[in-house]
């Protein structure tokens, strides 16, 4: 393909057929960029972050670390014998 552009390019110079090449290639370059991408971003689905998981006991809510005020510290075990309603925090590795 690109032999075929650069034989039916109607320059004899090797700098003209090279300017007129680079030309080319940003006109695609632009056409992509500003007419087909954004005509098909909708169908993409770039945007669909979504996780699943077939547990049902699953906890679903994750606290990141920026959500966590400044001055907090990891909840530390419960003193022997005492007891706990809240389940152990997981920290991601």
Same mark, same amino acid.
């Given at each position: =393909?690109?032999?075929?552009?650069?034989?039916?390019?109607?320059?004899?110079?090797?700098?003209?057929?090279?300017?007129?090449?680079?030309?080319?290639?940003?006109?695609?370059?632009?056409?992509?960029?500003?007419?087909?991408?954004?005509?098909?971003?909708?169908?993409?689905?770039?945007?669909?972050?979504?996780?699943?998981?077939?547990?049902?006991?699953?906890?679903?809510?994750?606290?990141?670390?920026?959500?966590?005020?400044?001055?907090?510290?990891?909840?530390?075990?419960?003193?022997?014998?005492? &007891?706990? &309603? &809240?389940?152990? =925090?997981?920290?991601?590795?």
């Amino acid at each position: =393909m690109y032999s075929w552009i650069w034989r039916h390019i109607p320059f004899r110079q090797w700098q003209l057929k090279a300017l007129v090449s680079a030309a080319l290639i940003a006109g695609v370059g632009a056409l992509l960029w500003y007419e087909v991408f954004p005509a098909v971003e909708p169908i993409l689905p770039f945007d669909d972050v979504q996780v699943e998981t077939n547990d049902p006991g699953a906890d679903t809510s994750v606290e990141s670390p920026a959500a966590r005020p400044s001055g907090s510290t990891i909840p530390r075990s419960p003193a022997p014998g005492a &007891t706990s &309603t &809240t389940p152990p =925090m997981v920290l991601p590795s």
